[in-house]
T-cell receptor, first 111, second 119 residues
Framework: QQPVQSPQAVILREGEDAVINCSSS?????VHWYRQKHGEAPVFLMI?????EQKGHDKISASFNEKKQQSSLYLTASQLSYSGTYFC????????????FGKGITLSVRP | DTGVSQNPRHKITKRGQNVTFRCDPI?????LYWYRQTLGQGPEFLTY????????KSRLLSDRFSAERPKGSFSTLEIQRTEQGDSAMYLC?????????????????FGEGSRLTVL
């Protein structure tokens, strides 16, 4: 089942903060976050594992609320380079299960 | 270049023709994934391999789609009797299995994709 992402789009000015969310109706093993720029392949940002372990990006943080089955990605002091579409992906049953992506959130950072 | 390589990058075909895409993963990665992406949507899971074994295939995938990874290295995705609805970007990604406690996150490394247009 596809994770649900919100909001659908975010427009920011450089230096502002943003939070984007990813939720699932079923229990999750892990959540991945990827960013895709127009015409390019998705690039890994962050993974959050059941139990709270977190690995990934230095300048972007995220949280995983196991009770709510929701992950949030925090973009602070946004830069122009943060513009793109952010996808969350989820594994449900373990490290060997497939990674299913949400529809994505478009983030635009303006000068 | 040691990244994931996909060929061809673009393919235009007529409805009813067969097409084949190739993916060369990062050499030490034993997992290989195929996704399909249309405009404004996230990557849609098609299938994935661990070594040469096809571990899972999407129920949404019709019998016209088949994927192979015969020697556990490169993979091919074939679409038979193409339809206009097959027009999309076909993405390949590779990874190594995630290892707890280590640096390996099980992240997917994506190729640039193969864009299919069915006329």
């Amino acid at each position: 089942q596809q994770p649900v992402q919100s909001p659908q789009a975010v427009i920011l000015r450089e230096g502002e903060d943003a939070v984007i969310n990813c939720s699932s109706s079923k229990a999750l093993y892990s959540v991945h976050w990827y960013r895709q720029k127009h015409g390019e392949a998705p690039v890994f940002l962050m993974i959050l594992l059941k139990g709270g372990e977190q690995k990934g990006h230095d300048k972007i943080s995220a949280s995983f609320n196991e009770k709510k089955q929701q992950s949030s990605l925090y973009l602070t002091a946004s830069q122009l380079s943060y513009s793109g579409t952010y996808f969350c992906g989820s594994r449900k049953t373990g490290a060997n299960s497939k990674l299913t992506f949400g529809k994505g959130i478009t983030l635009s950072v303006r000068p | 270049d040691t990244g994931v390589s996909q060929n061809p990058r673009h393919k235009i075909t007529k409805r009813g023709q067969n097409v084949t895409f190739r993916c060369d993963p990062i050499s030490e990665h034993n997992r290989l994934y195929w996704y399909r992406q249309t405009l404004g949507q996230g990557p849609e899971f098609l299938t994935y391999f661990q070594n040469e074994a096809q571990l899972e295939k999407s129920r949404l995938l019709s019998d016209r789609f088949s994927a192979e990874r015969p020697k556990g290295s490169f993979s091919t995705l074939e679409i038979q009797r193409t339809e206009q609805g097959d027009s999309a970007m076909y993405l390949c990604a590779s990874s190594s299995p995630p290892a707890s406690g280590g640096l390996n996150t099980g992240e997917l490394f994506f190729g640039e994709g193969s864009r299919l247009t069915v006329l």
